[in-house]
Each structure stands twice: as C-alpha cells, then as structure tokens.
C-alpha cells in the first residue's frame, strides 16, 4: 500500500477549517463626512432645492452725521438642487451552510 503523505495531498485538503466566522468589512465612506443631512418629505420627489445668499462687498461710503443713508445694494442669490438617487443590490446564495455553536456546548 502507497504511504500519502502531506506532500501528495492538495491544498484544499491540507487546510484547516475555521468555526468561527469572521467579521464581514465596512467601507469608509469619506464622502459624507461633511456633508448635511435632510429628511426628505414624503412624497416630497427626489431633488431638494437650497437656497444660498452671496455675499456682499465692502462699502466704501462713510457714515457721517449728517443723517443721510447710504446707497442701498442688492442681494443676489442662487439655487443648488440636489438629486436623491437609490442604490442597492441582492444575493443569491446556492449553497448549504450548517452553523453550530460558536461556543462548543
């Protein structure tokens, strides 16, 4: 009879399987960070329009004493609108995964 020693065994059969399950990784979303978060309404759609002000120059009239207002500006605005889009996915798992205890009672 043939002697089988680890050397002739694949790799599959020379590892070692594991009862414990690792943790499944999250990724870094950086890019909410700074962001500002809104509740949309319901049934509100999908794009939020902001409103934000620009800002005003130096006004190089004096005030003096004599009572007089100076000349008046105008303030200018602009609209961002930001779009909601939706993401996501689904699995399909086609294979039997039997679970025991973790903790080997």
């Known amino acids: 009879m043939a002697l089988t020693t680890t050397s002739v065994l694949s790799a ?5 399987f594991s009862q414990m399950l690792l ?10 960070l700074f962001a500002l978060k809104f509740r949309m309404p319901k049934n509100g759609g999908t794009t939020l ?7 005003l120059g ?10 007089v ?3 008046s500006k ?25 679970l025991g205890n973790l903790r080997g009672q």
């Not at 329009?49 to 800002?55: A, D, G, L, Q, T």
């Not at 303030?75 to 996501?88: C, N, Q, T, V």
């Open 49 to 55: 329009r902001m409103r934000r002000y620009n800002r």
């Open 69 to 71: 207002n100076p000349p």
């Open 12 to 16: 599959p059969i020379q590892q070692s």
């Open 23 to 32: 943790s499944v990784p999250f990724p870094t979303l950086i890019h909410n």
């Open 74 to 98: 105008t303030l200018s605005a602009i609209d961002i609108d930001s779009k909601m889009d939706f993401y996501g996915t689904w699995l399909y798992i086609n294979e039997q995964v039997t």
């Open 58 to 67: 130096t006004s190089p009239v004096p005030l003096g004493n004599s009572g």
